[in-house]
């Protein structure tokens, strides 16, 4: 079980922070979490539900994760492990995570796959979303995985889609010329770029891509794919 108590800061001030495996006993609060995430229009059909989160916990707890601030739940991530190789990149999120429900865990694969994290927005100045991050790192290495890999959001690329590919959007944010809210954000989390992948999922913003972005594991001596 993975429990790390932890100090965030609120501008200057400190603020204790425990990141822990969420649990059954979590499920409402998980919810509640997700629904302050993503308010409506975002639709109820696509928020954690009892079955998924039973899933995540009974499948792979290792990679089912909470942070609390004063015994309350405000954020969650969430993964599983797959197989992939340099050529296997090529999916959507809906079919690398089982619609959510991780039933295509695999715990012989090599890649630690993210399949959600999420903040509620009263919490989002404590920058529990690079610390939740980090403990998934702690993860791959304890369970001596290749490397972490998930896909982002690129939510500032319809502002820019009519001059830019989505190729030369992604080489402006590396360049520091434009911000990305989501790919910027995973950059400071020391993720890197791998390839941005079309139809990845749902999002207008997104223009329906992903951007596919890993953490390698710096102790594996060899990284074969």
């Excluded at 989160?53 to 309350?72: Q, R, S, W, Y």
């Excluded at 030369?168 to 010329?177: M, N, P, Q």
Aim: with cysteine.
């Amino acid at each position: 079980m993975f429990k790390k108590d932890l100090f965030v800061f609120d501008h200057t001030m400190p603020v204790k922070a425990v990141i822990r495996n969420y649990t059954k006993d979590d499920f409402d609060e998980l919810i509640r979490v997700q629904r302050e995430a993503f308010p409506p229009p975002f639709p109820e059909e696509l928020l954690w539900n009892t079955e998924q989160l039973k899933n995540h916990i009974t499948l792979f707890p290792e990679g089912a994760l909470c942070v609390e601030i004063d015994g309350k739940i405000a954020g969650s991530i969430t993964g599983l492990i797959v197989k992939l190789g340099d050529n296997d990149l090529k999916h959507s999120w809906a079919d690398i995570t089982d619609n959510g429900y991780i039933r295509n865990h695999d715990c012989n694969g090599n890649t630690l796959y993210i399949v959600d994290i999420c903040i509620s927005p009263n919490y989002r100045k404590l920058g529990l979303g690079k610390w939740l991050l980090q403990s998934m790192y702690e993860t791959v290495v304890h369970l001596g995985l290749d490397r972490l890999l998930g896909g982002g959001r690129m939510p500032g690329y319809h502002l820019h889609s009519d001059e830019l590919s989505i190729e030369e959007y992604i080489e402006k944010v590396l360049k520091g010329e434009l911000k990305d809210p989501v790919v910027s954000f995973l950059l400071r989390c020391t993720r890197t770029p791998v390839k941005p992948v079309a139809n990845y999922l749902e999002d207008e913003e997104s223009l329906n891509y992903g951007m596919l972005m890993e953490w390698r594991n710096p102790f594996k001596k060899e990284n074969i794919f």
